[in-house]
């Protein structure tokens, strides 16, 4: 006979990070670090402030192929085209998370930058996270929330060296040590994909000295 009242399902455990081999690279990857992901996602969609950012591309102004909002402690302040960017005050989730991912790490993160890809033809140029704020060997975690999305790496001298990765929602992906220094990272687009995805990329900027 069937079972009339079936038992709940038992929560899959949390992947442990590994390491991931890519030369001149220091990466650190779990495929499910976050089991309720699917719960993250709804809160973090809507308790985020999401709005357009504008970029300067060819010296001129165009809007980013996204959603974002950057938060983080009111020092971790950063300085772009000699403008000042205040971050927002933690959402709860927001602060849920990034303690969460702070344990994992052993770092203390005091931003994020939250990017909401709307459908697969949002995405995210070839860039380094390497802005003087963010030190000499950042370490940056990535928890990746709604559709999986591919997330290439690529050497910015040797063109042999690079990686594809899909990135699942509850993933995190760590990039540290000389990561950004030697490659470049994009996240594609994906025509096929209508699903949205959020990442949230934690950092730790150490406040200019004043
Ligand atoms: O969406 C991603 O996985 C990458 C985001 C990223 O590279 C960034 O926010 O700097
Ligand atoms: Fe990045």
């Not at 809507?46 to 402690?73: K, N």
């Not at 000699?82 to 849920?96: D, E, G, I, K, S």
């Not at 950004?180 to 594609?188: C, G, I, N, S, V």
């Amino acid at each position: 006979m069937d079972d009339l009242f079936p038992q709940d399902p038992v929560p899959p455990a949390a992947e442990p990070l590994r390491a991931l081999a890519l030369p001149g690279a220091d990466l650190l990857f779990s495929p499910c670090a976050f089991t309720d992901a699917a719960s993250l996602f709804a809160q973090v969609m809507a308790e985020v402030a999401w709005s357009t950012h504008r970029l300067i591309l060819f010296g001129r102004q165009v809007d980013a192929p996204r959603l974002s909002c950057w938060m983080g402690d009111p020092d971790a302040v950063y300085t772009y085209s000699r403008t000042r960017f205040v971050p927002l005050p933690w959402t709860p989730t927001l602060a849920q998370i990034r303690s969460r991912v702070t344990q994992l790490c052993a770092v203390p993160f005091n931003s994020v930058l939250c990017n909401l890809y709307r459908h697969g033809n949002d995405s995210m140029g070839w860039h380094s996270d390497d802005e003087p704020e963010l030190g000499p060997a950042p370490v940056i975690a990535s928890v990746s929330l709604g559709a999986t999305r591919r997330f290439r790496l690529h050497h910015r001298q040797d063109a042999a060296q690079s990686l594809a990765l899909m990135l699942p929602a509850g993933s995190l992906l760590v990039m540290r040590g000389d990561t950004q220094r030697h490659y470049r990272h994009d996240l594609p687009k994906a025509p096929r994909v209508q699903a949205p995805r959020i990442n949230l990329t934690f950092r730790r900027i150490f406040p200019p000295a004043s």
